[in-house]
């Protein structure tokens, strides 16, 4: 039987194994490894040729046999496990081999896939030895989520206050959203806003948006619109709109007509706008 080129390396016990170990000991100790797998036991000669000295970290994880060889026990043990296996397989293949036509194929065949299917059966091994252990502990039971907040309700009253009747599927999404980002948000807060809202625009002449974009853009933070009424400083208005072609026109003509009756023209235009001082 030709030796196996491959055995099971367990990280995690690795790395918990060799925890203090420098990276010139984890070399050394990774190579003494192979070196047994490949020649079995080795003799003193050999640790000291890799390690250089004898080194007690790397020492310790081998015992000494009867013909005073060291071995890593941990690799005997996984050696020998897959070379049972593998002989148990190739006996049965064996079997039918007397017994089917496709015995001959199915030996050469089978045998090239025996060393992968025994590292997979070989862990499903350990995770039922795992479970079996675990298996009288008491495992915590998962908490059960809490159901999603239903906000229908307090949305239909919502909805009956809003002046805007459209996009009412949005408007339920932004709504919930809006109650789930804000977790102290509630109508409470909410209708008392919409209700300024509404006399907001009335008072503006602005119109209703949408009840989504009012949820997602946080208007009930708003606060109340200020109409401000264009300032008239000593007779005339601070500013004044760029005049039409049609505008210029009749001014000159009103000029004229002031000119002509001895009117003065500002006075003309006071009376004419209903302009009052304030300066």
């Not at 043990?77 to 007397?98: F, Q, T």
């Not at 907040?149 to 932004?174: G, L, N």
């Not at 119109?207 to 400083?233: H, I």
Request: glycine share 4%; proline share 5%; with cysteine.
């Amino acid at each position: 039987m030709s030796k196996s080129p491959s055995f099971n390396f367990y990280s995690s016990d690795f790395l918990t194994g060799t925890v203090l170990f420098s990276y010139e000991q984890l070399g050394k100790y990774i190579k003494l490894l192979c070196l047994q797998h490949q020649q079995g036991h080795l003799s003193k000669e050999d640790m000291l040729l890799i390690c250089g000295e004898e080194d007690s970290r790397i020492f310790g994880k081998f015992k000494v046999d009867n013909e005073g060889l060291y071995y890593n026990e941990r690799l005997d043990i996984e050696i020998n496990k897959k070379v049972n296996w593998v002989e148990s397989r190739r006996a049965n293949l064996s079997k039918c081999k007397s017994t089917h036509h496709m015995g001959t194929h199915m030996n050469t065949h089978m045998a090239s896939h025996m060393e992968y299917e025994y590292e997979i059966e070989n862990r499903k091994e350990e995770d039922l030895e795992k479970e079996e252990v675990q298996e009288g502990e008491e495992r915590p039971s998962k908490r059960p989520k809490p159901p999603p907040p239903d906000f229908q309700a307090d949305f239909d009253e919502f909805w009956e206050v809003y002046p805007q009747k459209k996009s009412k599927k949005q408007a339920m999404t932004a709504y919930a959203n809006a109650r789930k980002q804000h977790k102290t948000l509630t109508n409470a807060d909410l209708l008392p806003a919409v209700r300024d809202y509404i006399a907001d625009c009335e008072r503006t002449g602005c119109p209703y948006a949408y009840a989504s974009t009012w949820l997602n853009g946080e208007r009930w933070n708003d606060a109340p619109s200020v109409v401000v009424s264009q300032p008239v400083r000593c007779g005339k208005p601070a500013r004044e709109p760029p005049k039409t072609a049609q505008q210029l026109k009749s001014e000159r003509i009103r000029k004229q007509f002031c000119e002509l009756n001895g009117i003065d023209y500002q006075e003309f235009l006071d009376k004419k706008n209903g302009v009052v001082e304030i300066c």
